[in-house]
T-cell receptor, first 114, second 112 residues
Framework: ETGVTQTPRHLVMGMTNKKSLKCEQH?????MYWYKQSAKKPLELMFV???????ENNSVPSRFSPECPNSSHLFLHLHTLQPEDSALYLC?????????????FGPGTRLTVL | GNSVTQMEGPVTLSEEAFLTINCTYT??????LFWYVQYPGEGLQLLLK?????DKGSNKGFEATYRKETTSFHLEKGSVQVSDSAVYFC???????????FGSGTRLQVQP
């Protein structure tokens, strides 16, 4: 596989469920990101990992818990979500450097919380 | 802080029409600028980029020029196709910050 892959592509869960989203990048990058894309809103950055260390957390509720076990994998663990958490969750990766930051995105996981 | 402002959509055009999607930005440093495209049911794909003032990014017939004096990065295409129908996002990467700042996106609908 090439690029950035995300699984599952679609997920429906109840508010009491626990689930995880998975992202894998095959580009040799050292930084990974989670974004939330809701209808009619700009993309919201959730978390940034650089060299497997979380370097940014944009006031995301604790019901979202990221994990980055190595530079190729990123997870988003979900528990006791709310219906307003329904959105497209996008993963991205980049080769962080002193210059510009070109990010490569996965296809996203469409999450519906009932 | 940084911000990106895009024109509201949807933009509806006939095939072979000229396209302009406006984008202006506010940044504290010297950002790099990007246009991403999102086709239905897919993630974002990088369309083009420019890393310094007066640079022109181009790809697949789309162009955008980094205008520092007007803090703009407008997307243009001379002749759109139905297959260009998608949502277009303008974004910036500020110096020393990893994450991108995105605009709200502009939906383009091209009719045959």
């Amino acid at each position: 596989e090439t690029g950035v892959t995300q699984t599952p592509r679609h997920l429906v869960m109840g508010m009491t469920n626990k689930k995880s989203l998975k992202c894998e990048q095959h580009l040799g990058h050292n930084a990974m990101y989670w974004y939330k894309q809701s209808a009619k809103k700009p993309l919201e950055l959730m978390f940034v990992y650089s060299l497997e260390e979380r370097v940014e957390n944009n006031s995301v509720p604790s019901r979202f818990s990221p994990e980055c076990p190595n530079s190729s994998h990123l997870f988003l663990h979900l528990h006791t979500l709310q219906p307003e958490d329904s959105a497209l969750y996008l993963c991205a990766s980049s080769q962080a450097s002193a210059g510009y930051n070109e990010q490569f995105f996965g296809p996203g996981t469409r999450l519906t919380v009932l | 802080g940084n911000s990106v402002t895009q024109m509201e959509g949807p933009v509806t055009l006939s095939e072979e029409a000229f396209l302009t999607i406006n984008c202006t930005y506010t940044a504290t440093g010297y950002p790099s600028l990007f246009w991403y495209v999102q086709y239905p049911g897919e993630g974002l794909q990088l369309l083009l980029k420019a890393t310094k003032a007066d640079d022109k990014g181009s790809n697949k017939g789309f162009e955008a020029t980094y205008r520092k004096e007007t803090t703009s990065f407008h997307l243009e295409k001379g002749s759109v196709q139905v297959s260009d129908s998608a949502v277009y996002f303008c974004a910036l990467a500020d110096t020393g910050r990893r994450a991108l700042t995105f605009g709200s996106g502009t939906r383009l609908q091209v009719q045959p």
